[in-house]
T-cell receptor
Framework: GEDVEQSLFLSVREGDSSVINCTYT??????LYWYKQEPGAGLQLLTY?????DMKQDQRLTVLLNKKDKHLSLRIADTQTGDSAIYFC??????????FGDGTTLTVKP | DTGVSQDPRHKITKRGQNVTFRCDPI?????LYWYRQTLGQGPEFLTY????????KSRLLSDRFSAERPKGSFSTLEIQRTEQGDSAMYLC??????????FGPGTRLTVT
């Protein structure tokens, strides 16, 4: 079945770049996502990438997809303290179910 | 656009009681999803509606769980005979396209 794995924690200094990694198992994944969840708040869709792309850039966010290795990464440039949150990777093969990882807690130190 | 709204935001119930949660999607979003999230984990898919049709249902959704979307607008999720293991955050999401999902704030259920 589908499985999505992420490392649990990442700590960076303010102003540095953050890279959050994710691996998935379902080779038929059509869409891959990054969500952000702040304490006490809902899930916010940050960005998504279609499986026929290998990179997508949106302001400070860069998503890289290596479909051969089933590896997805999210790079946050110039990380700020406001970026501290849990980041979830998710994949979807059709219009219904999305499978999420267990989240990476990003801590940004001043 | 107002976002996805969920009601109630918190529910405390005794084991064995029935509970019902409501989700109001973003206007004109014909797709609606329910997920469950426990502490330290990512959301787990429960079910998916396109308009009023329930098109996909997880095996996690036991016979005690039922979801409806009678007019293709709001949806309800009912849990019968609640158990302590049902304690979780229940998340609703909606979308107009196949590739986006916009999540509501969730309903936190505590079963005592």
């Amino acid at each position: 079945g589908e499985d999505v794995e992420q490392s649990l924690f990442l700590s960076v200094r303010e102003g540095d770049s953050s890279v959050i990694n994710c691996t998935y198992t379902d080779s038929s994944s059509t869409y891959l996502y990054w969500y952000k969840q702040e304490p006490g708040a809902g899930l916010q869709l940050l960005t998504y990438i279609f499986s026929n792309m290998d990179m997508k850039q949106d302001q400070r966010l860069t998503v890289l997809l290596n479909k051969k290795d089933k590896h997805l990464s999210l790079r946050i440039a110039d990380t700020q303290t406001g970026d501290s949150a849990i980041y979830f990777c998710a994949e979807r093969t059709n219009a219904g179910k999305s499978t999420f990882g267990d989240g990476t807690t990003l801590t940004v130190k001043p | 656009d107002t976002g996805v709204s969920q009601d109630p935001r918190h529910k405390i119930t005794k084991r064995g009681q029935n509970v019902t949660f409501r989700c109001d999607p973003i206007s004109e979003h014909n797709r609606l999803y329910w997920y469950r999230q426990t502490l330290g984990q990512g959301p787990e898919f429960l079910t998916y509606f396109q308009n009023e049709a329930q098109l996909e249902k997880s095996r996690l959704l036991s016979d005690r769980f039922s979801a409806e979307r009678p007019k293709g607008s709001f949806s309800t999720l009912e849990i019968q005979r609640t158990e302590q293991g049902d304690s979780a955050m229940y998340l609703c999401a909606s979308s107009r396209t196949a590739y986006e999902q916009y999540f509501g704030p969730g309903t936190r259920l505590t079963v005592t």
